[in-house]
């Protein structure tokens, strides 16, 4: 593990807040010779913090616990969004090995053998507990895990004081949803340096300043709860955790496999009692890459507990603690947008393969668009006012992309193509496929398709790994030297090898005209409602608007599950005015339940009617908070 010694920086911590003892009795334990552990998990953060650098941020409390513990410099989740990475914290299994638990908002089947780190922290005599968020994009059942959950869950609630004990607190003071209202505070728009990715404008620059404004207050919130553990006297029997749960919330971070969605900050006190379980002095950084699915094994190892082979992470604090060479990030369906992207990095280098380039990065998503700085960025690209750089987000994608984190920090410059650093390319892009192929990747599988999840998905004859992503590759790279595979595969007996064949033709656009005919007889005998519609959306784009708009429209029905009737919205929306006859079914969608396919027909809607502007609402953000006042989810 690479460590770099740092100057001591003086902060303080103060304040305290008082939580009622009630709750779940804790089972009796043996006093153990085992440190306690914290976790103080905040939502959405970048390294907007004073111990990385940044000069903008007043972040007092997580500076002063870097200076006397670690400080993680490139730490990661392993998806840009809340959902997939919590399932790979809790599980120590990434999401992607266990479909769909790597879709947004999900329910991934855990193997009922696999136990989660806080039922294997409390097999080995911790005390657990757990306030409040779950979140976890699976099946697992909150209240069987934890000694205590919920918003009174507290450390204080065991009986027997002399029990170690784990306890997570999360944070949600700088979740997206709060930038969605400007924050007043020290920092003001007019101190904001926009990247150069973004336009400059009034939205983005209050969304920045919002966002250090919030951070700041969190900060505080960190300072509070700090406290409860000097007043208890346990500060220095306990392991302190801040990080963030995937990155930041401003332009073209959460959800996306840049820096900016997936680089977090972390930082861990090890009281002077445990400093032998660290990797460095205190004070020190860590540069080696870490991530979250780091997590679980490094707790277990600091709780003398085994880690489980379906944990492929390495622990980096404890006896055993290992460096990693590479840290892994993914993204599929976000909300009500589907994508499909896979990256790594060693903390200087990023690469990022995009399996559907012919969709945009910036496609709209409800939700995310309630920022201003997203609607003004979109306006600004209507407009034709953005520069080469800050209009890339809303046009197709390259296949592949290379970055150099050390010179182009903003991932400005693609450099995938040059053949400079061609051998570097085929190393990161080896890496990677050894990786998806290790964990079982199950990311080719659209939602609902057989072979979804972790035993299913080992099952050759539906899943074929490495066939499928050979034929992917070919697909997405977009080729016309593919078109024979792509045409071969259009009869494979294997329904997700049929899948890529169609999502191949549609990415080649103009270029499968040629296997046209083909494309319309496999349409009249396919079965697969994923086939059915990536081959739809790709006759229609043909300029076939008869039979596969009638086949997309049919497949937005009710007698189907949601996944594919927001797979088909999703084919309309991007062929344009041929969508048309989709208008009842749009709207059909919007009277539903589901936020995902209200939100795409909504959308879908007012871009047939001509009536969209950036600036429309089209989350139903009323009814939200109205269900969440209602004490139901978010």
Not at 411 to 433: G, I
């Amino acid at each position: 593990m690479t460590v770099v010694s740092r100057r001591t920086v003086l902060g303080s911590i103060a304040g305290a807040t008082t939580l009622a003892a009630t709750g779940t009795a804790a089972r009796a334990a043996p006093p153990l010779q085992r440190p306690n552990i914290l976790w103080i998990v905040s939502e959405d953060n970048n390294p907007y913090v004073g111990a990385y650098g940044d000069k903008l941020a007043h972040t007092p409390t997580i500076d002063a616990l870097a200076a006397k513990g670690l400080l993680f410099r490139n730490v990661y989740s392993n998806a840009p969004v809340c959902a997939p990475s919590r399932f790979g914290i809790l599980t120590g299994v990434y999401p992607e090995s266990c479909a769909p638990a790597n879709q947004m908002r999900a329910v991934g089947k855990l193997p009922k053998a696999f136990k989660t780190y806080p039922e294997l922290m409390r097999a080995a005599g911790y005390f657990c507990t757990n306030s409040a968020k779950t979140d976890y994009n699976c099946d697992v059942d909150p209240q069987a895990i934890w000694d205590g959950q919920g918003k009174a869950a507290h450390w204080r609630l065991r009986e027997d004081k002399s029990q170690p004990f784990m306890a997570v607190f999360n944070y949600e003071t700088t979740h997206e949803s709060k930038i969605f209202k400007p924050t007043q505070g020290r920092v003001t728009p007019d101190m904001i340096d926009v990247p150069a990715f973004l336009p400059d404008t009034p939205g983005i620059r209050q969304d920045f300043a919002s966002y250090y404004n919030l951070m700041e207050k969190m900060d505080g919130q960190l300072a509070e709860r700090l406290a409860e553990l000097e007043a208890d006297g346990s500060s220095e029997d306990t392991i302190v955790f801040h990080y963030s749960d995937n990155g930041g919330v401003l332009g073209r971070s959460k959800r996306y496999c840049y820096d900016e969605g997936l680089r977090c900050e972390m930082v861990v006190y090890v009281p002077e009692k445990w400093q032998h379980l660290m990797p460095g002095r205190p004070g020190s950084e860590i540069a080696s890459p870490v991530s979250f699915i780091d997590l679980a094994p490094t707790v277990l190892a600091l709780a003398g507990a085994a880690q489980p082979p379906q944990m492929t992470g390495k622990a980096f604090l404890g006896p055993k603690a290992a460096p990693q060479k590479y840290a892994f990030g993914m993204r599929n369906r976000m909300d009500e947008r589907i994508d499909f992207q896979r990256t790594v990095t060693d903390g200087r280098w990023r690469y990022i393969r995009n399996y559907m380039p012919h969709r945009p990065l910036g496609q709209h998503q409800a939700f995310e668009w309630l920022a201003k700085g997203y609607q003004e960025w979109e306006q600004a690209y209507l407009d034709g006012t953005l520069t080469e750089a800050q209009a890339r987000f809303f046009q197709p994608k390259a296949f592949e992309e290379l970055y150099d984190l050390k010179t182009d920090p903003e991932e400005l410059h693609n450099l995938a193509a040059e053949p400079a650093h061609c051998a570097l390319l085929k190393t990161l892009s080896q890496a990677l496929d050894e990786h998806m192929l290790a964990i079982h990747d199950n990311g080719f599988l659209p939602e609902t398709m057989a072979g979804e999840g972790w035993e299913a998905s080992r099952n050759q004859t539906l899943y074929p790994l490495k066939t499928v992503m050979t034929l992917a590759r070919t697909a997405a790279v977009g080729r016309i030297e593919g078109l024979p595979s792509l045409r071969s595969a259009l009869t494979s007996p294997t329904e997700v090898l049929r899948y890529w064949a169609a999502m191949g033709l549609l990415i080649l656009g103009a270029g499968a005209a040629p296997a046209k005919v083909q494309m319309q007889a496999a349409l009249a005998r396919e079965t697969s409602p994923h086939v059915r519609i990536a081959l739809s959306e790709a006759l229609a784009r043909l300029g076939d608007d008869g039979t596969p708009v009638t086949a997309l429209v049919a497949l937005c029905g009710e007698d189907q599950p949601w996944q594919v009737r927001l797979h088909a919205i999703n084919a309309l929306t991007y062929i344009g005015a041929a969508a048309a006859p989709a208008m009842e079914a749009a709207k059909q969608a919007m009277t539903g339940s589901n936020e995902y396919l209200k939100s795409a027909g909504k959308y879908l809607v007012l871009k047939l009617t001509g009536t969209y502007t950036p600036a429309v609402q089209v989350f139903d953000w009323e009814g939200m908070q109205a269900r969440i006042k209602a004490g139901g989810a978010p």
